[in-house]
């Protein structure tokens, strides 16, 4: 509490054992009304004429008083505990037969450390070493030898009260201070553990509150914990759709549901808490629940209140998420296992179909850990040049000639013989050995069409596909690395496709075909793949920069069969043509499919019917001949 100087009465307390000394010193401080001592204390104070009052000049005082030491001690405690502490005591060196004022000082101080003292000395008592020895040096005591003059008495009191005052200001000031900087660490503090948009807590926190549970499970094995992985299915793209306030709102009301839902449920302990990890992604820390299947139950009741739909600036979005779960029955022995566990269960509930929850169980583990010596075994045998491209022809339908080649990727494994792309090309891109193979199968790609062209003048408008993969192309240096292989080569303008499919671009297609322009800016065609399985919408065929498609060879078996399939064919031939797409026909197999095409009218195909993915060598077979084995033959035939 601030003391207020203007309204203060200080409280002194003097402690002699003789009472008159006890009435001196209150007629001095004006206690008892105006003496001639006291008159004589003002005027040697303050001069002549018109004098102040002691209260005028800034104090008012209340004096007590005691006769013996414990006694004095007893209302120093007293005053303290009913929070009027004594601003100052004055306490007599001798005083028997109780303590003296050695002794009394002593108790005094250790019960109020703020008063300020005068100990009172005839010159027959103590030396001022033999006190300053006992009580040790202090500023706040003096010693006033006896007999003592009035205005000595006055100026001392108003002196010292001055001093506990400012004493008592500045140690107010201390604590506020202190408190700022209390408040401001803990700030700092709350800050580094939680995230900024949300307020729920963030990666750190959640890896000190999981170290904590691993512990406490290690001493108590009845206590259970659970990690819940959640991540929000197509949050992206609501994001992109609708812009990135709108997605910080239903981030900040995705938080507000966990937290509500996880308060509302009693089979867990109240510090269970959820925390954002990043993007969409959140984990809630499922404290000391009961039982096992608690677990689940919790996860289902999220997953329920998570998909009730948004209603944000008016508009009512729908929004599902997946979740992972691992519990601390597998005995984690540290907090980046349980998550990377919970994690692998996450991506699992997305591939099962997503708004979903899946534990994790250790045939998962197994996978996990099949998929890592896969990434290992892939990383070396990048290494160790153990890749290798195949080339399948594309030809034109009419003439049979071979337009281009598209680069396949294989893989001749030391023991398991030649692996084919479809085996590879999903590990590489969930594990990101994609990034640098994708690279790599570029340049390769590349390298080789140059060869070719050298080699051979039938090879100089020959065009090269290739495959790119989604994490590719999220990849921001990726249209860098491109231009730096392409003009290392030196190829001309429009000798390179690269191959994109439409669910490569779900995830941000606004950023996807900026990347697109840019990839065409280099003179390089983009070609839509895999078109009719059901990843490719129509909307694509404007939205991107595309200078063809192929169509996927699924829809092509489906074309023969099914007149619906027919009908459709030709509409997506009349639009593409309408858009000036080339058009590719992708797997065809047999002459039957390959007349139908050609009656069609479409421009390209490719298929084991016109040559397989094969090695450089056979490869250059094909452009030496200028043509698919299969077309010569129909041709042959056409003219006999
Ligand atoms: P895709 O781009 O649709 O490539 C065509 C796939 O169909 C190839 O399989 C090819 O061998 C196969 N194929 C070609 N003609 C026929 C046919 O007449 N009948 C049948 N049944 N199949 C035919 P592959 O080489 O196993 O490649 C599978 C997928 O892997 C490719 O599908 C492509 O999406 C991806 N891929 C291949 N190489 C690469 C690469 O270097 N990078 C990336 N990112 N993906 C690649
Ligand atoms: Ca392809
Ligand atoms: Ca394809």
Redesign the pocket.
């Known amino acids: 509490m601030t003391p207020d100087r203007r309204s203060c009465i200080h409280r002194i307390l003097v402690i002699d054992d003789h009472a008159d000394i006890h009435e001196d010193v209150k007629k001095i401080l004006g206690v008892t009304g105006c003496t001639s001592s006291l008159t004589n204390a003002k005027a040697a104070l303050f001069g002549d004429g018109d004098t102040p009052t002691p209260r005028q000049s800034g104090h008012r005082f209340q004096v007590d008083a005691a006769l013996q030491g414990e006694e004095g001690f007893k209302m120093v405690e007293a005053a303290k505990n009913e929070g009027r502490p004594y601003s100052l005591v004055l306490v007599d060196m001798r005083m028997p037969p109780g303590w003296d004022g050695v002794e009394t000082i002593r108790h005094i101080w250790a019960c109020d450390p703020d008063v300020q003292t005068v100990i009172c000395t005839a010159y027959s008592d103590y030396s001022l070493d033999q006190i300053l020895d006992q009580l040790g040096s202090s500023d706040r005591l003096l010693i006033l030898k006896k007999p003592f003059d009035t205005v000595e008495i006055l100026q001392l009191a108003n002196a010292l009260c001055e001093k506990w005052i400012l004493h008592r200001e500045a140690a107010v000031k201390m604590d506020q201070l202190e408190r700022m900087v209390q408040e401001r660490t803990a700030q700092i503090e709350h800050a580094m553990l939680h995230d900024k948009l949300t307020g729920l807590g963030n990666r750190t926190l959640l890896a000190e509150r999981l170290a904590a549970a691993i512990e406490r499970r290690r001493r108590h094995p009845d206590y259970r914990f659970a990690v819940l992985f959640l991540d929000f299915d197509r949050f992206k793209l609501i994001n992109d759709s609708l812009g990135h306030e709108v997605g910080d709102l239903l981030l900040i009301e995705i938080s507000s549901r966990l937290t509500s839902s996880l308060r509302a449920t009693d089979m867990i302990s109240h510090s269970t808490m959820p925390i954002r990890v990043g993007g969409d992604e959140f984990i809630v820390l499922l404290d000391d629940y009961r039982e096992e299947p608690d677990a689940a139950r919790v996860a289902q009741r999220l997953l329920d209140a998570l998909s009730v739909p948004y209603l944000l600036n008016a508009q009512k979005l729908h929004l599902t998420a997946s979740m992972g779960i691992a519990t601390s029955e597998r005995d984690y022995q540290n907090p980046a296992d349980i998550i990377r566990d919970a994690d692998t269960a996450m991506y699992r509930a997305k591939a099962r179909g997503r708004a979903r929850f899946v534990m994790f169980d250790a045939n998962m583990h197994e996978e996990v850990a099949t998929r890592l010596d896969m990434e290992n075994a892939m990383r070396k045998a990048m290494h160790d040049s153990e890749f290798l ?2 080339y ?1 022809p594309i030809v034109r339908l009419d003439t049979g000639r071979v337009t281009g080649f ?5 893989w001749n494994h030391a023991e398991r013989g030649t692996l ?6 999903p590990i ?2 969930e594990t990101g050995i ?1 990034l640098p ?2 690279l790599w ?1 570029l340049r390769e790609a590349c390298t080789q069409l140059c060869a070719w062209r050298k080699q051979y003048p039938e090879a100089d408008r020959l065009v090269m596909s ?4 989604r994490r ?1 192309l999220l990849d921001p240096e990726l249209v860098n690395q491109i231009h730096a292989i392409v003009s290392g080569a030196g190829l001309p303008r429009g000798s390179l496709v690269l ?1 994109i ?1 439409e669910s490569t671009v779900l995830e941000d297609p606004i950023e996807a075909i900026k990347t697109f322009e840019r990839i065409k800016d280099l003179g390089i065609w983009l070609h839509l ?2 078109f009719g399985t059901g990843h490719s919408s129509i909307s694509c065929l404007y939205q991107f920069p595309l200078a063809g498609m ?1 169509i ?2 699924a829809f092509l078996r489906n074309v023969l069969t099914s007149k619906p399939h027919a009908v459709v064919l030709e509409a997506i031939i009349s639009m593409a043509r309408a858009f000036d797409l080339q058009i590719i026909a ?4 047999t002459e039957e499919q390959a007349d139908f095409l050609r009656r069609l009218g479409v421009g390209h195909a ?4 016109f040559g ?2 094969t090695d450089p060598a056979s490869a250059e077979k094909l452009i030496q001949s200028g043509m698919a084995p299969a077309a010569k033959r129909e041709l042959a035939g056409v003219a006999t």
């Open positions: 491209l195949h399948q598209e680069a396949l990727l294989r084919s792309a479809a085996e590879l090309i590489a891109e994609i193979l994708g199968v290739i495959n790119l993969s590719q191959e499919t793949d895999d192929k996927d060879r992708e797997g065809v197999e490719q298929g084991f019917y397989r993915p």
